[in-house]
């Protein structure tokens, strides 16, 4: 009879993690997304009133005009860019996307992104705000979304980033793909 009760209380056990696991496993589906493009135009000596973005740190060897070689290591760039709805440069802006990159590595193009979504539109009010390692070659990068304010108060997550263009180290487009785990 014991062993009988034993068991059964093992069925019970063996269930009981059965079921917790399944309910890890559902915390994997976002609770909110959002795709959201921003458009970065670096200044490069003869674009002052439509750059969006300045180099402001270079090695030793290098200006603040034109990137530097090995791979831009050592640049770091502020940027204040137009975020849209989709992917059309003139499309009309839902917030601004501020902050910072540095290019971190000698050995391929690989970036540092630290930068807040400000939104402010009909359809969200708020800041998201991200940091993570950009691995500028790979097609889709993972960064986190530490938190935000306003319609994303204490929201986490993940953002894959996909570089959407990219033209002659002047403009590129990231598409970012907002993938919250944690809403309140
Ligand atoms: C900046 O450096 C680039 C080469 O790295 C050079 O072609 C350019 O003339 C420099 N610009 C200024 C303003 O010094
Ligand atoms: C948000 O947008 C409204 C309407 O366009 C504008 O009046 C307001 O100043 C904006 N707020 C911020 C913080 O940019
Ligand atoms: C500003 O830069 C964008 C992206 O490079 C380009 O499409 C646009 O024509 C530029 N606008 C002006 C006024 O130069």
Known sequence: MVSRRCRIAVFFLVMFLAASNARK??????????VLYFHDVIYNGNNKDNATSAIVAAPQEANLTILAGHFHFGNIAVFD?????DNNFYSK?????QGMYMYDSKKT????????????STHHQGSINFIGADPIMVKTRDISVVSGTGDFFMHRGIATIMTDA??????????VDIKFYECW
Do not use: M
């Not at 496993?25 to 959002?34: A, D, N, V």
């Not at 860019?81 to 709805?85: A, F, G, R």
């Not at 990219?166 to 598409?175: C, K, N, P, Q, T």
């Open 25 to 34: 496993i559902k915390q994997y589906k976002p609770c909110k997304e959002l």
């Open 81 to 85: 860019d137009p975020i849209t709805l």
């Open 93 to 97: 802006p839902v917030g601004r996307a």
């Open 109 to 120: 193009f690989t970036a540092w992104l630290g930068f807040s979504f400000l939104l402010n």
């Open 166 to 175: 990219y033209e002659s180290e002047v403009y590129f487009r990231l598409r």
